[in-house]
């Protein structure tokens, strides 16, 4: 009951709204200008670029600034990364399913490696869940647009949306002391903390991965990262109970969401058009993904999957399936790497018992 009360409970705002508009500008604003330019094959850096801009929510100018230039920077690095590992199957002339399982290890080791940064640094939100969207989508684009406009393009995006988070300061009555705020060292049992928790990224993210592309290849369907992604979206939480309410969350959500897109998908929306709805569902999911996770998933779903169908068209009957298989298939790997440990220690405490007890 505490499970299925939680799920459906909002928390209050923190001022989400400001966040939430903050985030739909940073997105819109590089995507509209790529339509008019006519390079949507660019959009997906540009997408991902102003992932910087979810960072520092609430916090002072300072602060907000040093964060989302760290995750800017690591976004950047993601996103070359990843351009790369999508070349480097045509350069060595790997068979397609090859170049496949080269990406789910290598999105593998992004997992793990982003998490232990993103710890490091303090960012939030924690984990490498963006890190993980980001390396496989664009490792996985059927054809690569030239590196350096690419490149261009998405670091272009996270100045700007660095700006955006430094709009607030042109009005007298929200200008703060701009104040750089001290180093803190993690502790000894946050830095071991850390290093569990990006093992556990590891260890969701590669089983999800490899379910996922053998699922995919017994029963015909594609998108493996996104069993990835739904794979760690348990991982973040102060307790058991909250990990595994994310993972249902995440599934139902999913399944809401994609509700909402078949219905846009109806009204056949313009490219300009689609380039409003990632705004408008960028803003719904930073409205709420702080307050309520499954309502934010429900925008989180056609968010994303609107700006695959701007970069890669495709069938969107077969889009909503890659999506909610994937997800079920991520999400419950995910829950079950996050119970576990909860069992192993039951069964060592029980198997000790009987020992004393004999």
Not at 172 to 190: F, K, Q, Y
């Amino acid at each position: 009951m505490k499970l299925l009360a939680e799920m459906f409970t909002l928390a209050p705002g923190k001022k989400d709204h400001q966040v939430a508009i903050r985030c739909a500008v940073g997105v819109f604003v590089p995507l509209i200008t790529l339509l008019l330019l006519g390079r949507l094959d660019l959009a997906i850096f540009a997408s991902f670029g102003a992932f910087a801009g979810i960072y520092g929510r609430n916090e002072p100018h300072g602060r907000r600034f040093e964060l989302q230039l760290r995750a800017g920077l690591l976004m950047l690095l993601v996103i070359f990364l990843a351009a790369l590992t999508g070349r480097a199957g045509a350069a060595l002339a790997l068979p397609a399913s090859d170049a496949v399982w080269m990406q789910v290890l290598a999105t593998t080791l992004v997992a793990g490696g982003c998490s232990l940064l993103v710890a490091w640094w303090r960012l939030r939100p924690a984990g490498s869940l963006f890190h993980i969207f980001a390396f496989a989508a664009i490792a996985s684009l059927p054809s690569q647009p030239p590196l350096g406009q690419g490149m261009l393009v998405a670091a272009l995006t996270v100045v700007f949306c660095l700006l955006v988070g430094m709009s607030s300061r042109v009005a007298r009555s929200r200008r703060i002391p701009w104040v750089r705020p001290r180093p803190v060292r993690l502790t000894a049992p946050e830095r071991r903390a850390a290093r569990l928790e990006s093992l556990g990224y590891l260890v969701a993210a590669g089983l999800a991965g490899t379910l996922g592309t053998l699922a995919g290849g017994e029963l015909g369907f594609g998108h493996n990262y996104w069993a990835m992604v739904a794979a760690v979206v348990p991982l973040v939480g102060h307790s058991t109970r909250h990990r595994v309410s994310r993972g249902v969350q995440r599934i139902v959500g999913t399944a809401l969401g994609l509700v909402l897109l078949a219905g846009i998908l109806l009204l056949q929306p313009a490219p300009w058009q689609t380039v409003l709805v990632i705004a408008a569902c960028q803003f719904g999911a930073e409205m709420f993904i702080a307050r309520q996770y499954l309502v934010a998933q429900v925008f989180v779903t056609p968010l994303a999957l609107t700006s695959t169908l701007l970069v890669a068209p495709s069938a969107p009957g077969l889009l909503l399936r890659d999506r909610i298989l994937e997800t079920v298939i991520g999400a419950a790997v995910g829950i079950a790497v996050v119970l576990a440990p909860a069992l192993w220690r039951r069964l060592r405490l029980r198997r000790d018992s009987l020992r004393a007890a004999a």
